[in-house]
């Protein structure tokens, strides 16, 4: 009799410090016992069916009876049979959380290394990158030096193109003064010829007079000198 209270108080504490709304199908595991045994029944005169559930165990919850202290749960082999609830937890034990960060750790170690590599190419392209910027700015500098004397030679060329315009227009005011100069030279060079072609004439016509009126400008001797 006594042995029934003191379960039936265990019960009804356990039942006070377990939520009761447990729903079937979730999932439980065994807590850090080393091993946790299921019986057929809810109680510890039912057979045992598997002496010992591992701590860390993955458990389907079929079946929650929080008054009596017992789930009755499924193994992941299909083998179906009653656990006391406080060998039960919602969440893994430390065991599998350990596992978990190991197996987190080491891919974080993994994806470090992978980082690690993939950092040491980006730095090594970045090296690149600013190595071809550098050149880059090189060349750019000696086009800019390029450019700034093709102006130069541009503005020179726009220069003597000026001048040579200049000049040939110098040139022209000059030929067109040549041709003028000429021009006036043959005028003046035409005018002296009939100006002599003119006295030539006129010296001509006056000798030609001169020898009509000659004779009758002689003296006539008397005739009586001659008679004597």
Do not use: C
Not at 29 to 38: E, N, R, S, W
Not at 51 to 71: F, H, N, V
Not at 128 to 138: C, V
Request: net charge positive; hydrophobic share 40%; proline share 4%.
């Amino acid at each position: 009799m006594m042995k029934s209270l003191t379960s039936l108080s265990a019960a009804v504490l356990l039942a006070i410090s377990i939520p009761a709304a447990a729903q079937s199908g979730s999932t439980r595991y065994i807590t850090d016992q080393l091993h946790v045994p299921m019986r057929s029944g809810k109680g510890n005169e039912f057979r045992i069916l598997h002496r010992g559930l591992p701590s860390g165990t993955k458990l389907t919850l079929l079946e929650d009876a929080p008054d009596d202290g017992w789930s009755r749960v499924r193994t992941p082999g299909g083998e179906e049979g009653w656990v006391r609830r406080q060998y039960l937890v919602s969440d893994p034990v430390a065991s599998i959380k350990l596992q978990r960060a190991e197996a987190n750790l080491e891919r974080f170690e993994k994806m470090e290394g992978n980082l690690g590599g993939e950092v040491r190419r980006l730095e090594a392209e970045n090296q690149k990158l600013e190595t071809a910027l550098d050149a880059q700015k090189l060349k750019s500098a000696q086009l800019a030096d390029e450019l700034k004397e093709l102006k130069r030679l541009s503005a020179d060329a726009v220069a003597l193109n000026q001048r040579h315009q200049k000049l040939l227009n110098q040139h022209e005011l000059l030929k067109q003064e040549q041709v003028m100069a000429e021009a006036e030279i043959q005028r003046l060079s035409g005018s002296d010829t009939q100006k002599w072609y003119m006295y030539g004439a006129f010296s001509v016509g006056l000798g030609a007079i001169l020898a009509m009126i000659a004779p009758h400008l002689r003296p006539r001797r008397r005739r009586s000198e001659w008679a004597n």
